[in-house]
T-cell receptor
Framework: GAVVSQHPSWVICKSGTSVKIECRSLDFQATTMFWYRQFPKQSLMLMAT?????????EQGVEKDKFLINHASLTLSTLTVTSAHPEDSSFYIC??????????FGPGTRLTVL | DAKTTQPPSMDCAEGRAANLPCNHSTISGNEYVYWYRQIHSQGPQYIIHGLKNNETNEMASLIITEDRKSSTLILPHATLRDTAVYYCIVPNTGNQFYFGTGTSLTVIP
C-alpha cells in the first residue's frame, strides 16, 4: 500500500515552453502533498506544500508564478513549470502524506530543458 | 533547515549490521523521527519512524536514546542492495520535511 506515482518519468523540452508533472496517490487519499526538487549530488529541497482545495504554500525563494501547483482532488496534484529555462533542469519529486504523517514519495520526474 | 545531522558517509561489509547514527538534539517531546533512503535516481523510500520507543519492522530497527537527542538506524544484515543515501528527518510543525545531506552508505562485498 501507500503507492505514489508520477508522470512523466522524464521529459525533455525546449526553453520557453511549459511542462506539467502529475503526482497521484494510487491507494490512499492525501489531503496534503509536497513537491521537491533535487539537483545532481545534492539533497532534496522542499519547494511547496500542496493542500487539496486550497492554494499551495511555497518555500522562500521559490517563485509561485513559475511553479504552478494545483491540488484539485485527494489523489492528484500537478506541478507546472512555466516558461522553463535550462536552469530549471532538475529531478522533481512529489510526496503524499499518509497515515501518522508519514510521507510517501513518488519515483521522480527528470526534467531537461534545452 | 534540517533539524538533524548525520555523518556524510559510511561503509559496511555485506552481511554485517549497518548502524547509521543521527543527531537531533533540538527535537521536542511530540516530534517523530523518520528514516528514508534514496537509491540513485529514485524517490526516497520510507524505512521506519519512531517517537521514543525502539521500533522494528521488516526492513530495519530504530533505536532512540532516552533523552531523544539521537537515534540509530540498524540494518541487521546489510546487502549490496542497501547501498543508498539514508536520511534521518524530524518534520517541522507543518509536517514539512527539510532534508539534510544524509549518510551515503556503501555496502562492500
Amino acid at each position: 500500500g501507500a503507492v505514489v506515482s508520477q508522470h512523466p518519468s522524464w521529459v525533455i523540452c525546449k526553453s520557453g515552453t511549459s511542462v506539467k508533472i502529475e503526482c497521484r496517490s494510487l491507494d490512499f487519499q492525501a489531503t496534503t502533498m509536497f513537491w521537491y526538487r533535487q539537483f545532481p549530488k545534492q539533497s532534496l529541497m522542499l519547494m511547496a506544500t500542496s493542500n487539496e482545495g486550497s492554494k499551495a504554500t511555497y518555500e522562500q525563494g521559490v517563485e509561485k508564478d513559475k511553479f504552478l501547483i494545483n491540488h484539485a482532488s485527494l489523489t492528484l496534484s500537478t506541478l507546472t513549470v512555466t516558461s522553463a529555462h535550462p536552469e530549471d533542469s532538475s529531478f522533481y519529486i512529489c510526496s503524499a502524506r499518509g497515515q501518522i504523517d508519514t510521507q510517501y514519495f513518488g519515483p521522480g520526474t527528470r526534467l531537461t530543458v534545452l | 533547515d534540517a533539524k538533524t545531522t548525520q555523518p556524510p558517509s559510511m561503509d559496511c561489509a555485506e552481511g554485517r549490521a549497518a548502524n547509521l547514527p543521527c543527531n537531533h538534539s533540538t527535537i521536542s517531546g511530540n516530534e517523530y523521527v523518520y528514516w528514508y533512503r534514496q537509491i540513485h535516481s529514485q524517490g526516497p523510500q520510507y524505512i521506519i519512524h519512531g517517537l521514543k520507543n525502539n521500533e522494528t519492522n521488516e526492513m530495519a530497527s530504530l533505536i532512540i536514546t532516552e533523552d531523544r537527542k539521537s537515534s540509530t538506524l540498524i540494518l541487521p544484515h546489510a546487502t549490496l542492495r542497501d547501498t543508498a543515501v539514508y536520511y534521518c528527518i524530524v518534520p517541522n510543525t507543518g509536517n514539512q520535511f527539510y532534508f539534510g545531506t544524509g549518510t551515503s552508505l556503501t555496502v562492500i562485498p
